[in-house]
């Protein structure tokens, strides 16, 4: 078991990483480094505020978090990226979100559109030519949307791009064109792409199919984005229940999916930070309630089905869940019974994304490994502290930039799924909690360290202390982490292995802890001559 | 299909890229800075081109890549990032320690149009850089050019920061390879000690991008170009350049700044690069060849006619940078391949020119195409149209690669998917046998695949 006094005070090691910064950083990256002082209670940590510069951290732009995040796992949609190529080039494929259209379906995934602004563009301007370039795309492909994303120089320049896919949409008559500012100077961080993202969807798309899918239990699963697969395996279970699926923002997704998401009548969470949005706009305008959701960890995944079945509140569903729960749960604690005793006590941290740092510490205790230290990427105070802090939280110049949509409930459609008195109900006897998340640092043990947007350096040294039995975070750690002699599992990519999410997924991921955290390599760093052998021993024992 | 959307019909596109075969300008820059040792590259614009730059090179190493960025902000670029850059220059040079930062720019703070040359004269004033510490420069806006630009203007900050000439000349040549891999500067390097020639080589990759696992993670590995070795290079008596899109404007600087001649060679990919290579360095060198070289040179002679039946005629499809595809085509010609489609997002007149130079006789019908528009898509139109038997290029051509079934080599920038790359040179001769054993597994696998039972080969 993990030891607290193997960690006496990590304020004190604090204190130390701290001395390396100019005194102004130290002071900023004091309040971004907070000690759970208390189970249960979360400290107030500094997030969603600009990162400072020349500090190396793991942090992308608004771009990366609208077009590379929310809107890469789109198959159907051409998303044409207006700038010059590298943008575009980065976020070509390699974000691993599978998708499955049906049979001859679109499916625009493995192409990389862009205008490739050229020095003309910027000094000119590059209206005409993204006027060309969604017209090019449209005459060739004929695709039901062509979306476009602005980078840092079109926001300069002055593109008008929603205007220009306003023109082409009306013009077209067939094909929805939207555009997103998601400069990459916007904000402070992948995030405000995702709320650009959320807006421009919810604006552009949601609401534009009325059909009513068939279905009893009809559900939209928010902030999945397919990984390696995940979506695929949630989608396996929620089939398994009887529940359906109406659309996923954004794993293996198509745009017809979105028009008809409102027609849901349970909207569930996943990535709380980068689809809230999407969710409180859709309970205000068509009222549909949205609960907090988490299919990472079998125990979670149990749980969030629960609380799907408790939302409709019919025993049919209800038992149907349980009876998936009883008929999946063996294999998932044979393999736990196997492979616990090989990771039991061991140490993991977690510095990734928005959501993901709280989530996959849910897999860790279930095979007995303790989080020591996580935090997030790009997340905001309310996903470590929980939303009850959001009132508390002052806007700073950078995210009052980002556009906040102003959504009234539909004149015609408006439809609040159940009656205030319902919900209430649903809330006090079943303890379900909507619109609401806690937040990731509550649930984690007294003593742990929270830090947001970890840089380089104090990664190095948090290691130093803890000396975990894995890392994770992203491509850019992994392999100075490894050089450390520590195992990094990536937690965007998943190493390219997965899914993670789920029953089957949880069955993965233990696996693939139990792998990179035993495997014999490590064994092999430190050839044998390091320990006085071959002509060392001879020149010892000669004197 | 996973490319279901490639359309036969070939029309002319003017705006829209697909499938882009080059990438924007501070990648390379970044990488050439890796090239230094103890420096710390850093990108001065927005955070997420540094991310983007990172994690591909990153995914191409699989070795940490360390870069820092001045993290502008909607603030910033509506005033400038000034002092964002001087606040990045203290805090690396506080906190990471480098010797050098490589300062490359955006298409953000070009846009904006920051001065970097005067915002380091700032920093300097202010006292930021530390005595005997560096800060160089290199503008690369992606709005022009390729990522190979970016390369070859990086380049031009070195010689810019640290060439010089003092009085006394050196008995050493400068050698300056393109964007190359790490196994492949030390192939070159190899090349030049057999050859026994004094040479000061940058950038220098090898030993950054392909550190040993130690157990220890070093901001700053072993290998790169010291900057005694950066400051001597005005004496030298000699530069070899080798590949004009990445090398040419830093030789020239040099020429120009401390009248140091220059040959422009090739990348010396294939027999005859090479040739040129090493009679070059053998005459600026003052050095005869020694008989290993020849040795090594007769090996590659003679799996090419051992094995000349299986590649006699193939056609090939490449893309790729101008400085490796050129001398690679002119490879494949001598292996009697032909080279049918030939495809790179680096803009520059002279491609098409010395491809056509190159094959005016062996396939005169040969489609060449460069520049914005040159696409991975347009290549896969020109396959449908008329297929090929094998595929040149980056990781991205797995594609096409799986949807025609056609054997594909890994070469160029990014390979996501495979390993060796780093490992393995494609330059020298030891490089041309490399290339060879890879194509002829992979025509031989593919005759293994496709055989019918009774015509089955044992031995090929
Ligand atoms: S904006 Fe950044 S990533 Fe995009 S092309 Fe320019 S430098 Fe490259
Ligand atoms: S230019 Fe802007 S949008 Fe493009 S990668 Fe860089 S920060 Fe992101």
């Known amino acids: 078991m993990v030891d607290k006094k193997d960690f006496p005070n990590p304020e004190a090691f604090k204190k130390q990483i701290l001395e390396k910064y100019p005194t102004k950083v130290a002071r900023k990256r004091a309040k971004a480094m907070v000690v759970v002082d208390e189970e249960g209670s979360a400290p107030i940590v500094q997030a969603n505020v600009r990162t400072v510069p020349g500090i190396i951290t793991q942090r992308g732009c608004s771009y990366a978090g609208c077009k590379g995040v929310v809107l890469g796992p789109t198959r159907d949609i051409i998303n044409i990226t207006h700038g010059p190529i590298g943008c575009g080039f980065y976020s070509w494929l390699t974000r691993r979100n599978q998708t499955k259209p049906d049979e001859g379906g679109e499916n625009y995934m493995a192409y990389c559109f862009s205008t490739d602004m050229q020095e003309e563009n910027i000094v000119f301007g590059g209206e005409k030519k993204l006027r060309e370039a969604i017209q090019e795309a449209y005459d060739m492909f004929h695709p039901k949307a062509i979306s476009v994303f602005a980078t840092c120089p079109v926001g300069l320049i002055g593109d008008d791009i929603h205007a220009i896919a306003a023109q082409a949409k009306e013009k077209f008559g067939d094909c929805n064109v939207f555009a997103f500012s998601c400069e990459g100077y916007k904000g402070v961080s992948q995030s405000a792409g995702h709320h650009i993202a959320n807006n421009q969807i919810f604006k552009h798309v949601v609401g534009n199919d009325d059909t009513v899918q068939e279905g009893k239990y009809k559900i939209n699963l928010l902030g999945e984005y397919n990984i390696g697969g995940d979506a695929f395996e949630i989608e396996r279970i929620l089939d398994l229940c009887g529940i359906s699926l109406i659309s996923t923002f954004s794993g293996n997704s198509s745009i017809d999916h979105f028009a008809n998401s409102h027609t849901a009548d349970l909207n569930t969470v996943m990535c709380h930070r980068s689809i809230n949005y999407m969710a409180d706009m859709m309970e205000t305008k068509f009222g549909i309630p949205w609960i907090k959701v988490n299919f990472i960890g079998a125990e979670a995944t149990a749980k969030s089905l629960r609380k799907i079945a408790a939302y409709f509140e019919d025993k049919k569903l209800i038992d149907r869940v349980e009876e998936v729960i009883k008929a999946e749960l063996p294999a998932v604690e044979e393999v736990i019974s196997t492979i616990k005793p090989k990771t039991e006590g061991k140490v993991a941290m977690l510095f990734v994304g928005g959501s993901r740092a709280h989530h996959y510490q849910e897999l860790f205790t279930e095979i007995g490994m303790e989080t020591v230290s996580a935090g997030y990427e790009f997340g905001h105070r309310d996903d470590y502290e929980g939303r009850e802090v959001l009132p508390s939280i002052k806007l700073d110049a950078d995210t009052r930039n980002i556009e906040e949509l102003k959504v009234d409930k539909d004149p015609e459609r408006y439809n609040p799924r159940k009656t205030p008195e319902q919900l209430e109900k649903l809330s006090k006897q079943k303890g379900l909690d909507f619109a609401g998340y806690h937040g990731m640092s509550k649930e984690m043990k007294k003593g742990s360290m929270v830090i947001d947007d970890i840089s380089q350096w104090e990664t190095e040294k948090w290691i130093e202390y803890y000396k975990p039995a894995v890392f994770c975070a992203g491509i850019k750690e992994k392999y100075a982490v490894q050089k450390m002699g520590v195992p990094l599992k990536q937690l965007h990519s998943y190493d390219y292995g997965g899914p993670y999410a789920g029953f089957k997924g949880a069955i993965n991921f233990y696996k693939d802890i139990e792998r990179i955290t035993t495997t014999r390599v490590w064994s092999l760093i430190s050839p044998p001559w390091d320990y006085s052998n071959g002509i060392k021993a001879d020149l010892v024992s000669n004197g | ?460």
């Open chain 2, 1 to 460: 299909m996973l490319l279901r959307h490639t359309l036969p019909e070939v029309k002319e596109r003017k705006a829209l890229t697909i499938n882009p075969a080059k990438t924007c300008q501070p990648i390379g820059a970044m990488y050439a800075a890796l090239g230094i040792h103890g420096c710390l590259p850093h990108s001065h614009g927005s955070q997420g081109c540094c991310a983007y730059h990172r994690s591909a090179l990153t995914r191409h190493y699989k070795e940490p890549v360390m870069a820092a960025t001045s993290s502008f902000t909607e603030g910033s670029s509506v005033f400038g990032g000034q002092s964002n850059l001087i606040q990045a220059i203290n805090n690396i040079f506080t906190i990471y320690e480098p010797d050098i930062i490589a300062v490359h720019t955006t298409c953000l703070s070009e846009t904006i149009g920051d001065d970097v040359d005067q915002i380091v004269a700032k920093a300097k004033d202010d006292g930021k850089i530390p005595e005997g510490k560096y800060v160089i420069h290199a503008s690369t806006p992606s709005y022009q050019g390729s990522h190979v630009t970016g390369y070859a203007n990086m380049l031009k900050g070195i010689v810019k920061g640290f060439a010089q000439k003092s009085d006394i000349p050196r008995e050493q040549l400068n050698i300056i390879p393109a964007w190359v891999e790490p196994a492949d500067m030390r192939e070159i390097k190899r090349i030049a000690n057999m050859l026994g020639v004094k040479f000061v080589m940058f950038p220098d990759t090898s030993d950054v991008l392909d550190a040993p696992q130690t157990g220890k993670h070093v901001m700053y590995p072993e290998g790169g170009t010291t900057i005694a070795e950066l400051e001597s290079c005005g004496d030298s008596s000699y530069t070899l350049a080798l590949g004009e899109w990445c090398t040419q404007a830093a030789a020239q600087d040099l020429d120009r700044k401390c009248k140091v001649g220059y040959d422009m060679l090739d990348v010396p990919i294939g027999i005859k690069a090479t040739d040129r290579f090493i009679m070059s360095l053998s005459r600026h060198g003052k050095v005869e060849v020694p008989a290993l070289i020849t040795a090594e040179r007769g090996r590659v002679v003679d799996i090419v006619t051992d094995m000349e039946q299986y590649l006699h005629g193939k056609t090939v499809a490449l893309w790729g940078d101008p400085d490796t595809l050129i001398p690679l085509v002119e490879f494949l010609v001598d292996l009697e391949m032909k080279p049918k489609y030939i495809v790179s997002g680096t803009p520059g007149k002279k491609f098409k020119q010395k491809l056509e130079e190159l094959l005016k006789d062996a396939v005169p019908d040969a489609k060449i195409a460069n520049g914005p528009q040159a696409d991975m898509y347009l290549m896969h139109q020109w396959i449908k149209n008329e297929k090929v038997d094998l595929l040149i290029g980056n990781t991205y051509g797995k594609y096409i690669a799986r949807d025609e079934d056609i054997p594909f080599l890994r070469m160029g920038f990014p390979i996501l998917d495979r390993i060796g790359h780093s490992y393995f040179p494609t330059v020298g001769y030891t490089g041309a046998m490399r290339i060879l054993e890879k194509i002829l597994g992979l025509f031989m696998d593919r005759q293994d695949r496709d055989a019918p039972e009774e015509s089955f080969e044992l031995v090929m």
